[in-house]
Each structure stands twice: as structure tokens, then as C-alpha cells.
């Protein structure tokens, strides 16, 4: 479950309109990538479905029912950062236990769920330390880490990568691919990078100054970019 339908969804700040009527439906357990230049919008669409921001027009539904008016923490979303968004002085346990204790789960739930994530993430080594004392790459997975164990219908990734090194970007990219076939959770993931829109998305969303140019497949958008934009970013050499 966690199937994501936009209609006509547009946002203003002040009088600049920044996405300008956004239709868009992912299926369930979709991986659906949004690239497009710096200052699209593509962080804005990702905050309006967490919830973070309020859309200016425009209806949001997750399995068909609306929730354009639900807070954040009751949309089943998960939204994982580039600057991971850690607290400081919390441990990694904590970090990754703190949203379910907020949500008083039962400790023995919380605890069950931090280490299943904490398996899959390989973060057993990291457990009693706090974010300072890890690197980059490892911060970047208790991030993810805290998002799983929330059990979303829904992860939205923010370039998580960009902060990474190289050798990490292909690591941490190969994990968040991993862990889309172990959940078949929905994903929806922003990026810049070519290589990481080709190699992990189901369909692309290519955005434009705050709208759609196209939809499609990764080989779909290489072999018939609709235009020359499109082109510039995706498509084969023209
Ligand atoms: P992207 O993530 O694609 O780089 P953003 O969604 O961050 O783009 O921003 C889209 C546009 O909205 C930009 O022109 C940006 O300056 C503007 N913008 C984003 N957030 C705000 C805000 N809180 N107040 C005013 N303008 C904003
Ligand atoms: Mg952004």
C-alpha cells in the first residue's frame, strides 16, 4: 500500500508561482525519480507531499484517500534529507528510536524495529554513538534508518547522495535500491545525477520551472526525449 495521486497541485510564495499545476499518479511500490534544474521545485512537490508545506491549489491522495489536509506525522511518509537532519546529541539508537517514541509506540516494538533496520543498514557497529563520530556516508544510513523504522507507505528522498563522496554515492545508491526490493515500499527520489535516475528508477519525472516536460521510463526518456530539455538531461546524444 502507498499509491500517490497529485491533482492540479500549485504553490505560490507570495506573488512567484513555483509548481504550477503538478499531475501525477505513482503506483504503488513505484520507484519514481524527479530530476530537473536547481530551483524547479522539486524539493517544494517532495515537502508538499510529507505535508511540510501546504500547497497553494491542488488535492493529494495516498491510497486513494485525501490527505491534503493531514499533518505530516499521520500521512505515512518518510522523508530522508541531503543534510540527514540527525539530532546532535542523540545516539544512533535514539536518533532512529526517537519518531516512534514520539508516536508511543511500545518499547518492545521500537526495539524490534530499530534492530531490523539497524541489520539491514549495517549500522550494529554505530548503535551508542552520536552523528559527530560518524561519517558521512554512515549518517546518510542512520537517516535511512530512522525513515524505516517508521514503516512509511511512502519514502521521499531529498538528494540523499550529494553530500557523499563518489565511491559512497555508488554504495549508499546500491543500498537504497536494495532496500526498495526488500520493502516494496513506494519511493519517490530527487536527484540531479543521470546515473542515479537511470539506474534506480522505475519512471522519471523530468520538471521544468515548476512544471512537468515528461513522464516516462528511463529508456523511454533516453530513446524519445519529447524535447530538447528533456534531451539535455536524459536522452541520447543528439
Ligand atoms: P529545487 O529543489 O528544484 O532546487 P526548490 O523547490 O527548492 O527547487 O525551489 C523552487 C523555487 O521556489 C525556487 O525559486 C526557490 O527560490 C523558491 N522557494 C523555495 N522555498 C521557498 C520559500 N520558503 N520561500 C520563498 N521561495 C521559496
Ligand atoms: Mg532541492
Wanted: net charge neutral.
Amino acid at each position: 500500500m502507498g499509491s500517490l495521486a497529485l491533482k492540479n497541485i500549485t504553490k505560490s510564495f507570495g506573488k512567484v508561482e513555483v509548481i504550477k499545476g503538478i499531475d501525477l499518479e505513482v503506483e504503488d511500490g513505484e520507484f519514481v525519480i524527479f530530476v530537473g534544474p536547481s530551483g524547479c521545485g522539486k524539493s517544494t512537490l517532495l515537502r508538499i507531499i510529507a505535508g511540510l508545506e501546504d500547497a497553494s491549489d491542488g488535492t493529494i491522495e495516498i491510497d486513494g484517500a485525501g490527505v491534503t489536509a493531514t499533518p505530516p506525522s499521520k500521512r505515512g511518509i518518510a522523508m530522508v534529507f541531503q543534510t540527514y537532519a540527525l539530532y546532535p546529541h542523540l545516539t544512533v539508537r535514539d536518533n532512529m528510536s526517537l519518531g516512534l517514541k514520539q508516536a508511543k509506540r511500545p518499547p518492545a516494538q521500537i526495539a524490534e524495529r530499530v534492530d531490523v533496520a539497524t541489520k539491514m543498514l549495517s549500522l550494529e557497529p554505530y548503535l551508542e554513538r552520536r552523528p559527530a563520530e560518524l561519517s558521512g556516508g554512515q549518517r546518510q544510513r542512520v537517516a535511512i534508518g530512522r525513515a524505516v523504522v517508521r514503516k512509511p507507505k511512502l519514502f521521499l528522498f531529498d538528494e540523499p547522495l550529494s553530500n557523499l563522496d563518489a565511491a559512497l554515492r555508488v554504495n549508499t545508491r546500491l543500498e537504497i535500491a536494495r532496500l526498495h526490493r526488500e520493502l516494496g515500499a513506494t519511493m519517490i527520489y530527487v536527484t540531479h545525477d543521470q546515473t542515479e535516475a537511470m539506474t534506480l528508477a522505475d519512471r522519471i519525472v523530468v520538471l521544468n520551472g515548476g512544471r512537468i516536460e515528461q513522464i516516462g521510463t528511463p529508456m523511454e526518456l533516453y530513446n524519445n526525449p519529447a524535447n530538447l530539455f528533456v534531451a539535455g538531461f536524459i536522452g541520447s546524444p543528439q
